[in-house]
DNA sequence: ATTATTTTATCGCGATGCGCTAATTTCTAT
DNA sequence: ATAGAAATTAGCGCATCGCGATAAAATAAT
């Protein structure tokens, strides 16, 4: 077969991510070492065999294969036993599962967005913060859907994503920036917004308007108006937004129909 | 803080989770630990603190220390610094994640279900077996939808869900009574139908029919109508069903309006 | 204040799991 | 077909990692 190296310079006795294990006694590196073999899996390649495994985790064979019958003893992957391909099972979808359905977050979120649905009649998500991502939390899409690649558990980039403007807009001002500067910041349509200052001043606006808007800045054709959900401490803990597609309304149409009843709802879920 | 053990005789000296590791060199017992501490959390315990962990997972306090810190290292735990109390994030979607965005069968079953879910203003699932239950692995909700608490990543016991009962009817009967027989069989409403033979009755005629049925067997007020999708072998890889509020329809409308147009869609789907 | 719990930190020992090696099976090419 | 290459499966001895007991510190309860 041939080579599919995921970089990882190959070199460094032992797992070792980057001086994990290091000064950390506690870090267990098998578990580690677990996910990376899990994480190797997905849209890029859907099947690995054993030795594919290997060189995308950076590991040697034979915690590769030690890995991956652990895993499969497990139940969270399976086995092809003719092609000898290891793929994900939909038991990995259990512990995201409990995830979602011990949030009290989420639950409390739920019938706002269920209103706000119906009222719409437009997709409506929930979204919070991870890293310098956004991920999808729940989810309602309208009978005019776009995008059904966007998924719960979906990630996108904070910086070009209305939810992740907004909730930027609500964390102090070098909190918000030292995430941006962590982000790596590029184009992913020709609409994006992406200069450092630029984004900045995106999320001074939102912060002034209570609401956040994009519109082309990741998917073509999509359209999203998001407010911040804030805790009891007043610290963003998540987004509720509207997409649409802007072959059915305008960016000022978005705004003008649609910001008042974002904004309302965020409140409604907030506990500050 | 009350006791709060969950079963395990507490016994049993080093983890081996009944012999697992015994006569299996490969088996990394970490991996297995990591992962029943996070399958700690959910419905039931949203959040644990350290000592709850340990007796939930029946480990030493030793032990959920090093895994708990290990899956916070990891990102996904998080750790209330105040309360010390540990609950799951939203990275704990991104496996599950990889799974759904890898799928070919769940890929190649959208169209299909998008087109079936317009067609029919109704909610439409697609599930996959595992073990003795139903995983829901895609899902279009409809307008007027019940039942948001079934959601991606959720299970239904096999025996008491139309996609449980369609996938049955096309598995050899030997394996098909193997699961059954392996379920802890048991009435979830009063309609729920739960004697062995009855099941298998059911089995039967799913399979002269084509199709199964399903009304109020788990959840109060909720009917629905599956057909199995077949792999290249001929084995089912996994089911289509359409789900009502059986305020809106009987249980004979169901079937008459329903059938075919199910059985025609998981055909479309199959590949055998 | 005193006691009881829980959390955090430390550490020596031994089982665990690492990774080298070899046997076996599967695939490729001639 | 046959040989050769590549990948999978299996075995094993040694070092290391992680186990679990313990103690110190922090927090909660009485």
Redesign the interface.
Known sequence: MTTLDAGRPSSRKRGATAA?KAD?P???M???K??RV??A???Q???LNLSQVASVTGMDISSA???S???T????LRKDPETKRF??????????????????FIDRA?PYL?HLS?ETEETVNLT?L??TSI?F?SR??S?HMLN?DV????RMPVYCSGPGIAMLSRLPEDEAMAILDRCDLEPHTPATTWQREALAAKVRQARAQGYATAFEEFYLGDGSIAAPILDHRGRPEGAVNIAVSLSRYSPEEVASRFSSLIIATAHAISRV
């Not at 003893?73 to 969270?76: N, T």
Request: charged letters at 25%; a positive charge; aromatic letters at 12%.
């Open positions: 994990e950390d506690l870090m267990v098998s578990v580690d677990a996910f899990l994480s899996f997905g849209r390649y859907p099947t294969q030690r890995f019958h652990t895993l003893r497990l139940g969270y793929e994900l099972t939909a038991k990995t979808l259990e512990v995201g599962h409990h995830f979602i359905r011990g949030s009290r739920l269920l119906k919070v991870e890293d991920i939390v309602f899409l009978r059904t998924v719960i558990g979906s």
